[in-house]
């Protein structure tokens, strides 16, 4: 096994990462950016390594390209052997790290619900289906429904234009109210202001519905049509495609392995992004949903903090203030409605990898209980999707995670390092 | 309303007394903290298996396993009940010999066994690496998913009438009652603690200790592995001294997992995963199937075995509280012997004839003074 030393380890290279890890060099340490990507840019700017699109992608790319930080991708964190000591696997085989500080930026992940149908071909995560998109999975004149909740349905929506799709429809969850009175909070955000208003320019002629979501999915081996509940109507849609998400949850799963205080299923820091473990930092999508303005300012502070310079500037604090608005508008104006708990009938899958029905999980106590009972969440995805659909469902808390925190090969715990490779040095 | 007996401790020890006393017509309430097979249970390997170190536990377990193939029909499917058999896998000849001893003494309690050759064992488990010396084969052997059958085992008893109640933490017990976590009482005439590590938590003087485990389980897909398979060496580990030890106990899933076990130590009482632990479980596991190297470790997880200075359990009145029985204490084997306690504690608690000699088991072997304990 290898073994790398570096003063302040950066997990995962979205922006909040990049931010970090740049500007914890340019403070004066020495930083290690590694992510399970082959390349940096996490899901929001993902692609965009080679050919960034935007003011803020173009920047942070370039800084990052000419910065000394050294970056390794393709590596999977396992667990950490020791505190400071991360053990990754990756396509040469498992490699560990030691580091002094560590600052976390693993963003976050989609929330799926179930409904009926949710798992037939053809239905697919608003996000994923954009990642698929992006790496050139044909929609070229497909009808594609786009159904859920927040900012990331219009992203999916534009990307899927983009690509050539015919999209049908947005339907948002929310109601009409608590979205305008987030577009006037927008009006505060310039940058989100501008992208709000490119994406509508793009997304001219689609119909955009709120109070709208999808009851349920049909087709036999394929998705053939959507119930939408619109208001107090329902309707069918035939479609090709599905994509739906119900905003984003934080990827809290190393906070839990290191034991770093959480609430409301974020994680909590200071004004330095330090988390309640010395240490250890976290910032962007991880410590509470707030976009990728946020994520940079955050990764920013974290990068300069781990470095040693704790001092913030007026314009930094400024800009976290305003992102931190901003991500508490996105939390009060997408609030999923009760209705969505209870689309799922029993016979409704909840959790794919194990095969669990809804019925199944909602007869149990806690997550813990259903675990145990049904085998929910213990596949191979281990709950990373169930739990956060368990969490709105029936408002239990997230299970503890398990080392490791990916599949890994059985070698990964056998390999020792000191015997069989002398340690490099980065 | 005073019930005939409280039950404090919702895992398969306690789930299986109240089932056989609700079934005996007593009012049973079961209390149970957290989630039923919550603890030891839920860390179980679930080898439904005839121990033999001393002759207690050998009639403890064979008279356990037994009772498991006679419920057997009724588990649901859930319950995954197989009877899988163990093999007891020979390194070299003194191990052989040894195999050859253990089949005399699980014969004494009716358990056949039978010793298999190196190409037998190739034949049997051709993922097993080349050069072991053979084994014993014990067919009657079983596995079983413990949470769910300490699960069904409490629906039973609700069923007969019990209360089960889940999220109920016992503070204190009293005369004749127990104090709740909420500052409620509910009396009883008999209180049964079998909540495993956490008995001193409600009866000083009860020598109960955490002994740490590892378990790791692979993803899907694995080399078949047909049995159990278990070291000869386990027992040395299992009871040896206070060191930590490693032993080779690898169980097959149906859903084609494979299950890794085990380890053992006293002195870690946190429950987080110890790569060193799990490194040299891992290790072990390979010296005896090698295509392990190949595999994928989907998740390990940590459990408490609630150990007793001589390894058998507590089963019987404890004699510092007059109307407290206990019934804790079982290490590794609590889900193997669930049954086997909850008829031994039933008859002794209703004055019906005793399955087997209860002295070997009886709490007072570790009685303090009453009046200390008491105090304390």
Redesign the interface.
């Given at each position: 096994m290898r073994e790398l030393r570096t003063e302040i380890l950066v997990i995962g290279a979205g922006p909040a990462g990049i931010a970090a890890a740049v500007s914890a060099e340019r403070a004066g340490a020495r930083a290690l950016l590694v992510d399970m990507q082959s390349e940096p840019g996490g899901q929001v700017w993902r692609g965009q390594w080679d050919k960034p699109t935007n003011r803020q992608s173009r920047r942070w790319i370039a800084a990052l390209r000419q910065s000394p930080v050294e970056c390794r991708y393709g590596l999977r964190l396992v667990?950490f052997?020791?505190p400071g000591l991360a053990?990754f696997d990756g396509p040469d085989g498992s490699l560990r790290v030691r580091c002094e500080r560590l600052v976390v930026a693993t963003g976050a992940r989609e929330r799926l619900l179930p409904f009926p149908g949710w798992t037939l071909p053809g239905v697919f995560g608003a996000g994923g289906l954009q990642v698929l998109v992006k790496n050139g999975w044909p929609v070229a004149g497909k009808r594609v429904v786009v159904a859920g909740s927040g900012p990331l349905l219009l992203a999916a929506a534009s990307s899927l234009r983009a690509a050539g799709a015919q999209v049908l429809l947005v339907a948002e969850q929310a109601a009409a109210a608590d979205l305008a009175r987030f577009a006037a909070r927008l009006a505060s955000h310039p940058a989100k202001l501008v992208q709000a208003a490119a994406l509508r320019l793009r997304l001219a002629g689609v119909p955009y519905r709120s109070s709208a979501w999808v009851e349920r999915a049909d087709g036999d081996e394929q998705l053939r049509s959507v119930r939408l509940r619109i208001g107090r109507y329902s309707e069918r849609l035939d479609c090709d495609a599905l994509a739906v998400g119900f905003g984003l949850v934080p990827n809290i799963e190393i906070a839990q392995l290191l034991g770093c205080t959480l609430a409301d299923g974020a994680v909590v820091v200071d004004e330095q992004q330090h988390s309640s473990v010395a240490g250890i930092y976290f910032a962007g999508e991880a410590c509470g949903i707030g976009g990728v303005d946020q994520a940079l300012i955050q990764g920013e502070i974290a990068g300069r903090a781990a470095a040693g310079s704790a001092r913030l500037s007026f314009g930094l604090r400024r800009a976290r203030a305003r992102s931190e608005r901003f991500a508490r508008a996105l939390d009060r104006h997408f609030t999923l409605r009760d209705e969505l708990r209870h689309l799922a009938a029993a016979d409704t899958v909840l959790c794919r990898c194990e095969n669990v029905g809804y019925g199944a999980a909602q007869v149990?106590?806690?997550q813990?209980?259903a675990r145990?009972?049904?085998r929910l969440g213990?596949g191979?995805c281990?709950g990373r999707v169930c739990g956060a659909a368990c969490a709105f469902l029936f408002g239990w808390d997230a299970a503890t995670p398990?080392?490791?925190l990916a599949?890994?090969?059985?070698?990964?715990?056998?390999a020792?390092p000191t015997e069989e490779n002398p340690q490099e040095s980065p | 309303m005073t019930h005939d007996a409280i039950i404090v401790g919702g895992g398969i020890v306690g789930c299986a007394i109240a089932e056989r006393l609700a079934r005996a017509g007593l009012a049973v309430c079961l209390l149970e903290r957290?989630?039923?097979?919550?603890a030891a249970t839920?860390a179980s390997m679930g080898h439904l298996v005839v121990l033999d170190d001393d002759t207690a536990e050998l009639s403890l377990s064979a008279y356990s396993c037994a009772r498991w193939r006679e419920l057997a029909p009724q588990l649901p499917a859930?319950a995954e009940y197989r009877r899988t058999g163990t093999l007891w896998i020979a390194r070299d000849a003194a191990e052989m010999d040894e195999a050859a001893r253990k089949r005399e003494r699980l014969a004494s309690a009716g358990v056949d066994g039978e010793l298999v050759s190196p190409a037998q064992l190739a034949l049997l488990e051709p993922a097993l690496a080349p050069g072991l010396a053979g084994g014993l084969r014990v067919v009657a052997d079983a596995v079983v998913y413990p949470?769910?059958a300490a699960?069904w085992l409490a629906r039973r008893a609700v069923a007969a009438g019990a209360q089960v109640r889940?999220?109920v933490e016992v503070r204190a017990i009293g005369d004749g009652d127990v104090l709740l976590a909420d500052g409620g009482r509910l009396r009883a005439r008999h209180v049964i603690v079998a909540n495993g590590c956490a008995v001193p938590e409600l009866l000083a003087g009860v020598p109960v200790r955490k002994r740490k485990g590892h378990l790791?389980i692979?993803?899907r897909a694995q080399p078949a592995v047909n049995h159990q398979l278990v070291e000869l060496g386990y027992m040395q580990s299992a009871h040896g001294g206070d060191g930590e030890s490693v032993a080779f106990n690898v169980q097959p899933r149906p859903t084609g997992q494979l299950l890794l076990g085990s380890t053992r130590q006293f002195d870690d009482l946190g429950c987080g995963?110890a790569?060193r632990l799990?490194?040299r479980?891992?290790?072990r596991a390979?010296e005896f199937l090698p295509a392990?190297?190949?595999?994928?470790?989907?998740?390990?997880?940590t459990g408490f075995r609630p150990t007793t200075p001589d390894h058998r359990p507590l089963i019987g009145a404890w004699p510092a509280r007059p109307g407290v029985w206990l019934a804790c204490g079982h290490e590794g084997l609590g889900v193997t012997t669930a049954l086997g306690t909850a008829d031994l504690l039933a008859a002794q608690l209703l004055d019906l004839p005793l399955p087997f000699d209860a002295r070997p088991y009886a709490p007072a072997r570790f009685a303090p003074d009453a009046e200390l304990a008491h105090a304390g």
């Amino acid at each position: 096994m290898r073994e790398l030393r570096t003063e302040i380890l950066v997990i995962g290279a979205g922006p909040a990462g990049i931010a970090a890890a740049v500007s914890a060099e340019r403070a004066g340490a020495r930083a290690l950016l590694v992510d399970m990507q082959s390349e940096p840019g996490g899901q929001v700017w993902r692609g965009q390594w080679d050919k960034p699109t935007n003011r803020q992608s173009r920047r942070w790319i370039a800084a990052l390209r000419q910065s000394p930080v050294e970056c390794r991708y393709g590596l999977r964190l396992v667990d950490f052997a020791a505190p400071g000591l991360a053990v990754f696997d990756g396509p040469d085989g498992s490699l560990r790290v030691r580091c002094e500080r560590l600052v976390v930026a693993t963003g976050a992940r989609e929330r799926l619900l179930p409904f009926p149908g949710w798992t037939l071909p053809g239905v697919f995560g608003a996000g994923g289906l954009q990642v698929l998109v992006k790496n050139g999975w044909p929609v070229a004149g497909k009808r594609v429904v786009v159904a859920g909740s927040g900012p990331l349905l219009l992203a999916a929506a534009s990307s899927l234009r983009a690509a050539g799709a015919q999209v049908l429809l947005v339907a948002e969850q929310a109601a009409a109210a608590d979205l305008a009175r987030f577009a006037a909070r927008l009006a505060s955000h310039p940058a989100k202001l501008v992208q709000a208003a490119a994406l509508r320019l793009r997304l001219a002629g689609v119909p955009y519905r709120s109070s709208a979501w999808v009851e349920r999915a049909d087709g036999d081996e394929q998705l053939r049509s959507v119930r939408l509940r619109i208001g107090r109507y329902s309707e069918r849609l035939d479609c090709d495609a599905l994509a739906v998400g119900f905003g984003l949850v934080p990827n809290i799963e190393i906070a839990q392995l290191l034991g770093c205080t959480l609430a409301d299923g974020a994680v909590v820091v200071d004004e330095q992004q330090h988390s309640s473990v010395a240490g250890i930092y976290f910032a962007g999508e991880a410590c509470g949903i707030g976009g990728v303005d946020q994520a940079l300012i955050q990764g920013e502070i974290a990068g300069r903090a781990a470095a040693g310079s704790a001092r913030l500037s007026f314009g930094l604090r400024r800009a976290r203030a305003r992102s931190e608005r901003f991500a508490r508008a996105l939390d009060r104006h997408f609030t999923l409605r009760d209705e969505l708990r209870h689309l799922a009938a029993a016979d409704t899958v909840l959790c794919r990898c194990e095969n669990v029905g809804y019925g199944a999980a909602q007869v149990c106590r806690s997550q813990r209980d259903a675990r145990l009972q049904t085998r929910l969440g213990m596949g191979h995805c281990q709950g990373r999707v169930c739990g956060a659909a368990c969490a709105f469902l029936f408002g239990w808390d997230a299970a503890t995670p398990r080392p490791p925190l990916a599949p890994v090969p059985l070698s990964c715990f056998t390999a020792s390092p000191t015997e069989e490779n002398p340690q490099e040095s980065p | 309303m005073t019930h005939d007996a409280i039950i404090v401790g919702g895992g398969i020890v306690g789930c299986a007394i109240a089932e056989r006393l609700a079934r005996a017509g007593l009012a049973v309430c079961l209390l149970e903290r957290d989630v039923l097979g919550g603890a030891a249970t839920a860390a179980s390997m679930g080898h439904l298996v005839v121990l033999d170190d001393d002759t207690a536990e050998l009639s403890l377990s064979a008279y356990s396993c037994a009772r498991w193939r006679e419920l057997a029909p009724q588990l649901p499917a859930t319950a995954e009940y197989r009877r899988t058999g163990t093999l007891w896998i020979a390194r070299d000849a003194a191990e052989m010999d040894e195999a050859a001893r253990k089949r005399e003494r699980l014969a004494s309690a009716g358990v056949d066994g039978e010793l298999v050759s190196p190409a037998q064992l190739a034949l049997l488990e051709p993922a097993l690496a080349p050069g072991l010396a053979g084994g014993l084969r014990v067919v009657a052997d079983a596995v079983v998913y413990p949470p769910v059958a300490a699960a069904w085992l409490a629906r039973r008893a609700v069923a007969a009438g019990a209360q089960v109640r889940c999220g109920v933490e016992v503070r204190a017990i009293g005369d004749g009652d127990v104090l709740l976590a909420d500052g409620g009482r509910l009396r009883a005439r008999h209180v049964i603690v079998a909540n495993g590590c956490a008995v001193p938590e409600l009866l000083a003087g009860v020598p109960v200790r955490k002994r740490k485990g590892h378990l790791l389980i692979t993803t899907r897909a694995q080399p078949a592995v047909n049995h159990q398979l278990v070291e000869l060496g386990y027992m040395q580990s299992a009871h040896g001294g206070d060191g930590e030890s490693v032993a080779f106990n690898v169980q097959p899933r149906p859903t084609g997992q494979l299950l890794l076990g085990s380890t053992r130590q006293f002195d870690d009482l946190g429950c987080g995963v110890a790569p060193r632990l799990l490194r040299r479980l891992v290790a072990r596991a390979q010296e005896f199937l090698p295509a392990l190297e190949r595999m994928t470790a989907l998740r390990a997880w940590t459990g408490f075995r609630p150990t007793t200075p001589d390894h058998r359990p507590l089963i019987g009145a404890w004699p510092a509280r007059p109307g407290v029985w206990l019934a804790c204490g079982h290490e590794g084997l609590g889900v193997t012997t669930a049954l086997g306690t909850a008829d031994l504690l039933a008859a002794q608690l209703l004055d019906l004839p005793l399955p087997f000699d209860a002295r070997p088991y009886a709490p007072a072997r570790f009685a303090p003074d009453a009046e200390l304990a008491h105090a304390g």
